[in-house]
């Protein structure tokens, strides 16, 4: 039998689902020995007697002849080696045992090679963290083009779209409050396109919805924090469904607020959101569908910028952003002869949105000539994903016409 698996890798806990295609649902699997709990604590066990790693247990404490190696996460973030009873393991070597032994819980006779596709989310995911993490798992034996790892909230993407159209007839709204703050998205989607884009706006309240706030006795203060952030959230928002996730929201605090913001939408709450999720990437990943979808996460570019320019008779874009793209990985330099002009046209495409604009940077002070002898060198760099800095330098041309060292600069909001 073949399985697609979903992993939730949390600096806490880690959590496991595998993908029912007869049923089209996600299956949760029990991780703890007496098959009661779908979490377990992102630690893994080596006994010394046994010479073998073991699923951690809280049992495991304390005992002389087990070493418990707790931060598996910031071992993943890492990648550093660690010495267990003598030996030298690398992270993978360790990550790699922790994925086997949670895997093992699907069906203890499960091989790498039933394994048909596998995503590991993680909260927030930088390239050390994937790297290492993709390492670890084809180090326990599973072919790299069976693996995924995304972060929380592309995951989250993918999910929306594998339920019930009714949920995500328009907007969809995430709220995520944990020790590390409150985070709340919008997924907006672009239905006329294809493949259809789905783009996610981000908004931190850690400032307002405070965790320490949960430690007080008279809990109308985090109420009313809470109330607040939801008005702002939903202003003017045509949002169908609210999932809230997060073990800040494990109390029954927030119920109240929910339940009045339901009206007209529908309203989700639990801790085993993303790895679902995870599950549904690995199918749409494995299985076929993740064509149908652009994700675009909170630090993607939503829109595509392009120099327009001529090439001998051809006119041509040159990009400097595409969407889906990285905005911390977009971005460059070229140089340009103008002729006859003293403006530089940037082409601009929004994925919500069919139609293209034109940005047009004009460059004062600079003398219009129908010679050819203007030439300037063009630099693009992106701050955040809804801007772009566009730089540009005369630099002369040679003998013909020495620099005047004039620089602009200009914004271009995406």
């Known amino acids: 039998m073949e399985y697609i698996v979903g992993i939730d890798l949390c600096r806490d806990f880690t959590q496991l689902c595998i993908f029912n295609n007869e049923t089209n649902t996600v299956d949760s699997v029990a991780l703890s020995s007496d098959r009661q709990s779908t979490k377990v604590k992102t630690a893994i066990s080596y006994s010394a007697s046994k010479k073998d790693f073991m699923v951690y247990s809280p049992l495991h404490d304390g005992k002389l002849d087990i070493t418990v190696i707790p931060n598996l996460y910031d071992l993943a973030m890492s990648g550093e080696h660690i010495t267990i009873d003598g030996e030298d393991y690398s992270s ?17 006779e499960c091989e790498p090679k039933d394994i048909r596709g596998i995503t590991v989310t993680v909260k927030e995911l930088d390239l050390g963290l994937k790297s290492n993490l993709e390492e670890a798992l084809v180090y326990y034996g599973i072919l790299a083009e069976r693996i995924k790892i995304c972060d929380h909230i592309e995951s989250f993407m993918y999910y929306v779209v594998m339920q019930n159209k009714d949920i995500w007839i328009n907007d969809v709204g ?34 307002s919805v405070k965790y320490s706030m949960l430690k007080e006795e008279d809990d109308i203060r985090i109420k009313y924090a809470f109330e607040s952030v939801c008005g702002i959230l939903l202003h003017k928002q045509n949002i169908s469904a609210v999932y809230a996730t997060g073990d800040g929201f494990d109390g029954t605090w927030a119920d109240e607020t929910l339940k009045r913001i339901s009206t007209g939408r529908r309203i989700f709450k639990g801790q085993n ?29 939503k829109s595509s910028i392009a120099l327009r320019a001529v090439s001998g008779k051809t006119q041509k874009e040159l990009a400097f952003g595409n969407v889906g793209q990285k905005y911390y990985e977009a971005g460059g330099s070229c140089e340009l002869i103008l002729d006859n002009t003293n403006e530089i046209d940037f082409m601009i495409h929004n994925a919500l949105k069919k139609d293209s604009f034109c940005a047009i940077m004009t460059l004062d002070a600079l003398p219009t000539r129908r010679n050819k002898t203007n030439r300037v060198s063009v630099n693009v760099r992106f701050p955040s994903r809804d801007c772009a800095v566009v730089t540009v330098k005369d630099v002369g041309f040679g003998a013909i016409r020495k620099t005047d060292y004039r620089i602009w600069e200009q914004v271009i909001n995406l």
């Open 273 to 301: 959101l993303y790895v679902k999720a995870a599950a549904c990437v690995a199918h749409l990943t494995f299985d076929g569908g993740s064509e149908n979808y652009l994700i675009i996460g909170e630090d993607d570019l």
């Open 174 to 207: 995430l709220m995520c409050f944990d020790e590390e703050g409150f985070k709340a998205y919008v997924l907006h989607f672009g239905r006329k396109q294809q493949p259809m884009s789905i783009v996610a706006e981000t908004s931190d309240f850690s400032d």
């Open 92 to 108: 993978a070597r360790i990550l790699a045992r922790f994925f086997r032994r949670i895997i093992a819980c699907i069906n203890r």
